[in-house]
């Protein structure tokens, strides 16, 4: 009985001890899958932002309308927004590594394609198709990323993977502009295939099997949820050039937005089996940072979105020089990433960081409103670091948190949901803030233009000058272009400041989440 007694002791506490903090899946070689993995990740980020500047040129060589041509940047969105949902029962039916790897070669080969077109027929089909086959690749990327990294090292894990997320926005219009305008917009697509090939072949060599469970399909649910993101996308790219709800297929798309939003509530609410398992909405942490997600999506977008055009046309930058002068943004990410991910080792409350985080990027906003046409590119590289700085802090706090709490064979359904609600407050962000610009603009135009009379331009007489035919008219031009770039200025404040108050009206959510366990 003594020797019986004696190994139990110290057998029982070590496993029990170290098995707290091991892999769910175990790999060979970590550092190889996390390259193919971010890899991937990568190609997919960046193709949300690196067509937008090479959408003249295909204009042009696909022979597309200015109104048609931004259907390639619609079916992408599109596409990704409604396959996204069905990430964790995709993982669950077919295996989440051979999806995995599915994602990456479909995407390969639509960019490929994509390449290839030749009428615009051909690009929307093949930019929904690299939508569809994209739309896999961040959820699962975010899981494996964490399913294979000891939970003490999470945070370093989500440092890494969130990098990618937030670097790769911002690098999408300096690589696509530098590869439109030195080769060609083809080369948009085709930058893909190097960097794809090689996470593929590490994907396939390292990627780890992953159990899942046979689970129905929510056929229903899935649909619905695809009529409200379609909707709800095609309403805010549409409405501005039908004017909104002056039009019937607006009023038609709202419609079908609320309805098949409600119906998608009810459904996952009272369904047995719905698309998402009910106990992901009953963890606190999880549902609070889907929300913080929404405004993540809304702040950074937006302001990618508004940031190159404003550069680019009212203070003269080019597009190699509008990268440079937002290149301090990333920097920011970077730097504020790494020390969010120490702060956390240190056991140091990750709610303080994220509110932190958010009253950071609150004040680069407060910054940027203070902007006028006189402002010189120190102006735009520090507060873009500093915006840089406070986001890279809410991100890694944020994921960590929000799966803290979460079991995990949920976890591939909680990224897609995370990343799903980040690309639709970018979606939302950037047609809300494009909107209210071009409404500005016009309300700024006739304010300013109503105190330019001969009494506030005493070097000549505004009335007189159509007497000197061309020259009046090219000097009341000048006029009109100067109240133009004013009023654009005034225009992009606003929605700086509407950005501002966005930010700062997330912060008192953090009191409302739980305290992430420590690894």
């Not at 995370?418 to 047609?431: F, P």
Request: neutral net charge.
């Amino acid at each position: 009985m003594a020797t019986a007694a004696r190994p139990a002791a110290p057998v029982s506490a070590g496993p029990t001890a170290s098995a707290a903090d091991e892999p769910l899946l175990p790999v060979r070689n970590q550092p190889l899958l996390m390259v193919g993995i971010m890899a991937a990740s990568l190609i997919q980020i960046l193709d949300t932002t690196i067509a937008n500047v090479a959408i003249p040129h295909m204009q042009s060589s696909l022979g597309a309308t200015a109104e048609s041509v931004t259907w390639v940047l619609t079916s992408y969105i599109i596409a990704s927004a409604v396959a996204m949902p069905a990430t964790g029962w995709l993982g669950d039916r077919i295996g989440a590594r051979r999806l995995f790897i599915f994602s990456v070669a479909g995407f390969i080969l639509a960019s490929m394609m994509c390449g290839m077109a030749q009428n615009l027929g051909e690009m929307v089909l093949f930019r929904a198709l690299q939508g569809i086959t994209g739309a896999f690749i961040p959820p699962l990327s975010q899981s494996f990323m964490l399913d294979t990294s000891k939970p003490s090292r999470h945070p370093q894990v989500m440092a890494i993977w969130g990098l990618g997320i937030m670097i790769g926005p911002i690098l999408g219009p300096i690589l696509g502009g530098w590869l439109t305008e030195s080769a060609n917009w083809r080369w948009v697509f085709y930058v893909n295939l190097p960097v794809g090939l090689l996470a593929l072949a590490l994907l396939m060599a390292q990627l780890p099997h992953r159990d899942g469970k046979r689970r129905k399909f929510d056929l229903f649910g899935f649909l619905m949820l695809g009529i409200a993101l379609s909707s709800l996308q095609l309403l805010l790219d549409r409405g501005s050039q039908l004017d909104w709800f002056q039009s019937g297929e607006i009023w038609l798309y709202a419609f079908l937005l609320g309805s098949s939003s409600w119906i998608a509530v009810v459904h996952f609410v009272t369904g047995r089996e719905p698309l998402f398992e009910t106990a992901i909405f009953a963890d606190r942490n999880f549902v609070i940072a889907l929300s913080f997600m929404l405004v993540i999506g809304v702040v950074m977008f937006a302001n990618m979105a508004l940031l190159p055009p404003m550069l680019q046309r009212l203070f003269g930058y080019g597009v190699i020089d509008t990268g440079i002068v937002l290149m301090p943004r990333g920097i920011g990410v970077m730097v504020s990433m790494q020390l969010s991910s120490l702060l956390m080792r240190r056991g140091f409350d990750a709610r303080i960081i994220v509110g932190t985080g958010f009253a950071i990027a609150a004040y680069s906003q407060w910054m940027m409103a203070g902007w006028s046409l006189a402002a010189d590119q120190w102006h735009f590289i520090t507060t873009g670091l500093v915006q840089g700085l406070g986001l890279g802090l809410v991100f890694i706090p944020l994921n960590v948190m929000a799966f803290s709490t979460l079991p995990g064979h949920l976890r591939t359904d909680g990224s897609s949901l995370l990343n799903l609600l980040r690309s639709v407050g970018a979606s939302v962000g950037i047609s809300v803030t494009t909107v209210l610009l071009a409404s500005n603009i016009q309300t700024a135009h006739a304010d300013l233009g109503s105190h330019v009379t001969s009494a506030t331009i005493n070097a000549v007489d505004i009335s007189k000058l159509d007497r000197f035919q061309p020259l009046g008219q090219t000097a009341l031009s000048m006029i009109d272009l100067e109240i133009n770039r004013q009023a654009a200025m005034i225009a992009y404040v606003d929605d700086f400041y509407l950005m501002m108050w966005l930010a700062l009206a997330a912060i008192p959510l953090v009191l409302l989440m739980r305290k992430a366990k420590p690894g």
